[in-house]
């Protein structure tokens, strides 16, 4: 399985962007980026998928350059409930089994 | 609610007891996966199921077990519990296609 890195904390107010990048520089062909939100003492949640370029739905949207070595989730003005633990994931569409990091701590202040 | 649901949410037992943790995945979806989180680690990949199958085993103790039932529910079996083994304990479903499922897992406390 592909290795993500992803900063450990990120700081925003509320109504700001937040762009979070994810660098995985071992990406298979096959293999596809999503991301999850985790936060405290629940499950961790889906947000959103993708192959290569741009995937948007309502919450988020999913930026993949053309050699797909890093993405950019990125949250649309932000509001304090964004207040979670962001993981990105790299691994194919099958039932491989999902290798956690350590996600990106994302505060949002007022 | 995830449609992944885990019984019970929370449970406190002392140590060198035995638990067991429930979880019934989402409709349809045939593989369940088993997760571990404390606050000094991440989630930590436990073991994975496929229609009764074991799939994938991941850091899972001797003292620890499951099995998935013919109608697709799942147990977690933990023995002889230390107070190491307090943590969360998640479940997870897939069916085809993307997106894991997880359930809003059961709180393991042992004292």
């Known amino acids: 399985l592909a290795k993500t890195t992803q900063p450990i904390s990120m700081d925003s107010y509320e109504g700001q962007e937040v762009n979070i990048t994810c660098s995985h520089n071992n990406i298979a062909t096959n293999d596809y980026i999503t991301w999850y939100q985790q936060f405290p003492s629940q499950g961790p949640r889906f947000i959103i998928q993708g192959y290569k370029t741009k995937v948007t739905n309502e919450v988020a949207s999913l930026f993949i350059p053309a050699d797909r070595k890093s993405s950019t989730l990125s949250l649309p003005r932000v509001s304090l409930s964004d207040t979670a633990v962001y993981y990105c994931?790299?691994?194919?569409?099958?039932?491989?089994?999902?290798?956690f990091g350590k996600g990106t701590m994302l505060l949002v202040s007022p | 609610d995830s449609g992944v649901t885990q019984t019970p949410k929370h449970l406190i037992t002392a140590t060198g007891q035995r638990v067991t943790l429930r979880c019934s995945p989402r409709?349809?979806?045939?593989?369940v996966y088993w997760y571990q989180q404390s606050l000094d680690q991440g989630l930590q990949f436990l073991i994975q199921y496929y229609n009764g199958e074991e799939r994938a085993k991941g850091n899972i103790l001797e003292r620890f077990s499951a099995q998935q039932f013919p109608d697709l529910h799942s147990e977690l079996n933990l023995s002889s519990l230390e107070l190491g083994d307090s943590a969360l304990y998640f479940c997870?479903?897939?069916?085809?296609?993307?997106?894991?499922?997880f359930g809003s897992g059961t709180r393991l406390t042992v004292v």
């Open positions: 409709s349809g979806d045939l593989s």
């Open positions: 997870a479903s897939k069916g085809p296609g993307y997106g894991y499922t």
């Open positions: 994931l790299v691994g194919d569409r099958g039932y491989s089994t999902l290798t």
